[in-house]
């Protein structure tokens, strides 16, 4: 048997990647298999990347690449039956706090071939058309079973196996893990076309009918859309062919504005799921991604969500893995993410429902949500809540046992839980440095607040606390009024987003979550904290 691993990841779609990217990037001996020998056509799976997501490759130092192959959505539209529009613009409210504001739309492939990119730097092969055939655990690790291409078995040790294999996961179904949920009985197809109407390219466009409903998403090119027809009816004989002319009536059925399709360059019929794991772990082996949940496109999260579970998940194994984060710190990984999943398939269970339900009150909805449409887009609340759920930036661990809050929560601004929002300081030269530049290192960071306002004294002290707890596992950065020591925020703006009047103490974790927060700073709990969070706290202070 050969050398064993630290991870065996089994799956190569962007959850997979990301996860063997992270794991790599912290040291640890890893292994990525697909059974696929090809990547799977790119006609059919995920275009959106929403900004939380761009906040994770800025992380990976891939942000600019990936956004060299997508294009920006401009807006939200649902088609009133006389072809006007009810459009709710997509921008950032500054409330979000974040550098690349927006949802983008690149093609899942395009998307797989810069998270690839990142792996043989790291010493890392993706290993194409490699089978997980079995395995077995125990306490120590886990040994697998892999069949290649040619027939040829292969036995490998691994300490940890991470199922990231899809909706029919093998390492699933090993570990004996429930897939609660159900399939949705509509009728849906979905057509890559190239299409000449009057609509703009790179919005999204939305129509509810008493027919069904329809929603068509900008690929990047010129005039081409990716379109999702949903019919509240029984789908015809499994794996029936679609023809244009079938697509191109239920189309113009549903859709009020006049088009012409010029090219279809995929037809295709589906069905759509709706289910989660019972649990997200056993023993040594854990589950992300669509191997954990899956549901319906409405809201363009799936993929997200999964690239999601894998930064949350690689912080936490590498940290256990060598031993320096104690063993607990693994089971939020299901404590936190867990709940999201459960939420988002709900979310957008209810949405489905309401877009292609059956039964006549279902058929009232669709009539009224563009009227509705009209009104509610306009108002700045739901704005903002639209924008902050498809964004994925309000999601939060408040009840994880890894957020501890240390005094008096803030008034305004992100506790203990919370995601950490982006700011500009100025570095000891003068020059503009945004925070998330200082949070892309693998390891926590810790940021100490001295204060908004010039004061020596709480400067001095932040200063003499960061050479105290900094070390090889604890980034330490002091901001305060000037660049003493540390980052200055002469305008007071960081303080003000962090919602810190006098002192605070927070700490960021890797995948940019505010793990403990002390306001002011009370050197003894915040120590104390970190104690339980870390193994060892050693080392050469730096700042």
């Not at 395009?110 to 010493?123: F, K, N, Q």
């Not at 079995?134 to 691994?158: M, N």
């Not at 390891?443 to 200063?463: H, T, Y």
């Not at 901001?479 to 003493?484: D, I, K, M, V």
């Amino acid at each position: 048997m050969a050398r064993s691993l630290d991870a065996l990841v089994v799956g190569a779609g962007p959850t997979g990647l990301t996860l063997a990217g992270e794991l790599a990037r912290r040291g640890l001996t890893v292994r990525i298999v697909d059974k696929a020998l090809e990547p799977p056509s790119d006609h059919s799976r995920a275009l959106a990347v929403q900004a939380r997501t761009l906040e994770l490759f800025g992380m990976m130092g891939i942000a600019d690449a990936a956004m060299e192959h997508g294009a920006r959505v401009t807006g939200l539209n649902v088609l009133l039956p006389s072809g006007r529009r009810a459009r709710l613009p997509i921008f950032s409210f500054p409330e979000l706090s974040t550098p690349i504001s927006g949802l983008f739309v690149i093609q899942q492939l395009d998307t797989e071939e810069v998270l690839a990119s990142r792996l043989p730097p790291l010493g890392v092969t993706l290993e194409r058309g490699v089978e997980l055939a079995s395995y077995s655990q125990d306490s120590a690790g886990v040994t697998c079973t892999l069949r290649h291409a040619d027939g040829k078995l292969e036995e490998v040790r691994s300490s940890w196996l991470l199922g990231c294999d899809g909706a029919h996961s093998a390492v699933r179904k090993g570990a004996g893990i429930p897939f609660e949920g159900d399939t949705y009985d509509d009728h849906c197809m979905l057509g890559d076309l190239l299409v000449d109407w009057q609509l703009p390219d790179g919005e999204i466009y939305i129509s509810p009918s008493p027919r069904g409903m329809a929603a068509a998403f900008p690929v990047p090119g010129r005039r081409r859309f990716r379109v999702v027809l949903i019919l509240p009816e029984a789908p015809p004989v499994r794996n029936a062919a679609v023809s244009l002319a079938e697509f191109e009536s239920t189309m113009r059925a549903i859709i009020p504005v006049p088009f012409q399709i010029e090219q279809a360059i995929v037809l295709s019929r589906y069905r759509l799921h709706h289910r989660v794991a019972a649990r997200l772990r056993s023993g040594r082996v854990l589950l992300a991604g669509d191997a954990a949940h899956i549901h319906s496109p409405a809201g363009g999260q799936g993929m997200n969500t999964g690239i999601q579970d894998a930064f949350n998940l690689a912080w936490k194994l590498a940290a256990v893995q060598q031993g320096r984060m104690p063993a607990w710190l693994l089971d939020t990984y299901e404590q936190e993410r867990l709940p999201v999943a459960r939420r988002l398939v709900d979310f957008t269970d209810r949405l489905f429902g309401f877009l292609a339900g059956h039964g006549p009150l279902s058929h009232t909805l669709r009539a009224l949500a563009p009227h509705l449409a009209i009104r509610a887009f306009g108002l700045s609340p739901v704005q903002r809540r639209i924008l902050g759920f498809v964004s994925q930036l309000k999601i939060r661990y408040r009840k994880s046992p890894l957020s501890v809050q240390l005094g008096t929560p803030p008034a305004r601004g992100p506790r203990a839980g919370d995601r950490a929002p982006d700011v500009a300081l100025r570095s000891g030269a003068g020059e503009e440095v945004h925070l998330f530049e200082l949070l892309r290192d693998p390891e926590p960071v810790l940021l100490l607040f001295a204060g908004p306002r010039a004061d020596g004294a709480s400067g001095e002290r932040a200063r003499r606390l960061a050479a105290r707890l900094a070390g090889p596992d604890l980034k330490v950065v002091v901001l305060g009024a000037t660049e003493a020591g540390g980052y200055a925020d002469p305008d007071g703006r960081a303080h003000a987003t962090y919602g810190v009047e006098t002192t605070a103490a927070v700490l960021v974790r890797p995948d940019g979550y505010i793990g403990v927060r002390s306001d002011p700073i009370d050197e003894g709990e915040l120590g104390r904290a970190l104690d339980r969070l870390f193994t060892r706290r050693t080392g050469a202070a730096r700042t």
